[in-house]
Structures are given as structure tokens and as C-alpha cells.
């Protein structure tokens, strides 16, 4: 019954099913681990920890579930629990790369950045090839806007032949951050075709493309998209390429295909340029009110874009845009 229900995806079920196989027949305990793996699966993070619990009072100190029971911690949000419990599988005076970057992360998650930042460095020390580790802090310091520092450790984990595509997109964000936008291109370009079918490459190529006014190419990044699967991508591109030529006719043509349940605070940011330049304040600042209450960090955006012209000078605007002091 518990592979039936694992071969049907029900992994709770199967968990379960299989623990009364267990209690029944007195198993050999490692198929506690396997049991807590497919509550891990199913995301029932509770069970998995009473699970790796009753195994590690047969075999305590086990590498294997020690490393799950802190995913599980970390999973449920627990991270000081999640921190303690992979300490435990640091061997005195030893140190492990897979250890290390576990630890990394739990120290992120527990916003930690400065002690997560010295683990994956540690972990980077130690193994060389250890590739998700220098993705890892190379993100950390693109938070911390060092791109220097980011690009370096991007260059080094993509030269290992590993990384996904977000981290292309990440180089290239941090080479565009440091101004060198013709390396930005190339590593976007490397990108797709490293990744022919990534719409996240697509969607970043064709931003570039539109900040550097090179309309053509967007028009053939748009042709490569799937129109069924990724219309809301397409239509992304096509409203900031409307927003960057000016065509606010255009614009209002597209923002009606973006239906009720999909009208997020950028819809209304975008109404807001439309209603703006149509010369009607009133539906401008009822649109620019929506977009701000949904995402504040707009604010940054509506302080200097041109497109709000019309309405700068208006109290309202004043009002909504600029914090009072």
C-alpha cells in the first residue's frame, strides 16, 4: 500500500502506511529515514522531525539524520533548532564543505548574513569545486550592493560548469550595476544558449534590450517565447517597451488584457502613467494610491519618472509620493 500511494504522489499516506508496516514488523530502523524523507517530501515538517527523533535514540550521532532533522528544523522555521543540530555533525577538529554550506544557509535563513557569509567562504576554502557555495555568497553580497565582489565569485562557480539560469541573470545584473553593459549582453547571450528555452533568460535579454532601446531585438526575443505558456512575460515586455517608446495609447490597449485577480501594484503603477498622460489627475492619483499601498518601494520609481509629468506638481501627488516631515 505505501508504494501504491508513492507511485500516486499521496507521500503522506505512503509515509504513514509504511510506519505501521514498521511498528508492525519491528524493521530495521533505517527505514525510519526513509520515512521521514517522504514526510520531508510532503512537507509535513513536524512528522519528519518525530520520525528522525525516535530513529536517532536507536543510532544518536548519524550523520545522515542529523543532516535531515535540521532541514526539517530549518523547513519549519525553527533555525536556531536547525542550527544546533548540524553542528552536531561537524567532527571535532574536521571540518566538511557539505556541512559548512548547510550551516551557511541556516545562518541566512536566521538572517545571520555575516556568520552565513564566513561559512560558505569556509566551505569555499575547503572545496574548490563546491559551486552552490560561491552562488550563494555571491548573492548575499549582490544584496549588499558589492558587485565587484559578486562577479568575481559568479565568474568562479559558472567556470565549474555549473549554476542555473537565475545565476546568469545575476552576473549580468551585477556587470550592469558596475556599468560594463557590453559584458552584461554577452553573458545573457551565453545564457540563452546555455538555456535555449528559459523564459526567465528571455524576459531578462528582452529587459536589457528595451533599456538600451534596441527595439528590433525585442521583437525577436518576443518571437521566442511560447505564446500560450508565457503570454504574461510577452505581455510584461511589450508594456515596458510601451512605457519606453511613450506609447501610452498602446499602453492602455495592453493593460486590458491583464484580468481582475492579476491586477498587482505595477497594473496600477502603469494605469497611473496612462490616466497621467491622458490628462485625467483624479484616476492618476486614485491609480498611483493602489500601486503604493500594495508595494511602498514604488515611491523610489514615481519620485523620478518622467512619465508622471503631468501630475508632478499636484498636491496629491506631493502628498502620497513624498514622506511628510
Excluded at 508513492?6 to 526513509?34: C, D, F, S, V
Excluded at 541573470?169 to 551565453?190: G, P, Q
Aim: proline content about 2%; glycine content about 2%; aromatic content about 12%.
Amino acid at each position: 500500500m505505501s508504494i501504491k500511494w508513492e507511485n500516486k504522489k499521496k507521500l503522506h499516506l505512503a509515509a504513514r502506511t509504511a510506519y505501521i508496516h514498521y511498528r508492525i514488523n519491528k524493521e530495521n530502523p533505517e527505514k525510519l529515514i526513509q520515512i521521514a524523507a517522504l514526510e520531508m517530501k510532503a512537507e509535513k515538517y513536524a512528522l519528519t522531525i518525530k520520525y528522525l527523533d525516535e530513529y536517532l535514540e536507536i543510532n544518536p550521532k548519524t550523520k545522515k539524520a542529523l543532516l535531515l532533522l535540521g532541514i526539517a528544523y530549518r523547513q519549519n522555521k525553527e533555525y536556531d533548532k536547525a542550527i544546533k543540530t548540524h553542528l552536531k555533525c561537524l567532527k571535532k577538529g574536521e571540518e566538511e564543505s557539505d556541512i559548512l554550506y548547510t550551516l551557511g544557509i541556516d545562518y541566512e535563513r536566521a538572517g545571520k548574513i555575516r556568520t552565513a557569509k564566513r561559512h560558505y567562504a569556509k566551505c569555499i576554502e575547503i572545496d574548490r569545486s563546491f559551486a552552490k557555495s560561491y552562488f550563494r555568497l555571491a548573492r548575499l553580497y549582490m544584496n549588499d550592493k558589492k558587485y565587484d565582489l559578486a562577479v568575481n565569485l559568479y565568474l568562479d562557480g559558472l567556470s565549474l560548469r555549473e549554476g542555473s539560469a537565475k545565476d546568469w541573470i545575476n552576473l549580468s545584473f551585477c556587470y550592469i550595476n558596475t556599468d560594463n553593459l557590453k559584458a552584461a549582453e554577452k553573458v545573457l547571450l551565453e545564457a540563452l544558449e546555455n538555456f535555449p528555452s528559459s523564459p526567465e533568460v528571455l524576459f531578462a535579454l528582452g529587459t536589457y534590450y528595451i533599456n538600451k532601446q534596441k527595439y528590433k531585438q525585442v521583437s525577436e526575443i518576443i518571437s521566442k517565447f511560447d505564446s500560450e505558456k508565457d503570454w504574461y512575460l510577452i505581455l510584461s515586455l511589450k508594456l515596458k517597451e510601451a512605457i519606453d517608446k511613450k506609447e501610452y495609447g498602446e499602453l492602455e490597449k495592453l493593460l486590458e488584457q491583464i484580468t481582475r485577480e492579476d491586477r498587482d501594484a505595477e497594473y496600477w503603477y502603469m494605469n497611473t502613467i496612462v490616466f497621467s498622460n491622458k490628462n485625467e489627475s483624479k484616476k492618476a492619483i486614485q491609480s498611483l494610491r493602489k500601486a503604493l499601498d500594495l508595494d511602498p518601494e514604488l515611491k523610489k520609481s514615481a519620485k523620478k519618472d518622467d512619465n508622471f509629468a503631468m501630475i508632478r506638481e499636484l498636491v496629491e501627488f506631493k502628498h502620497i509620493v513624498y514622506p511628510r516631515k
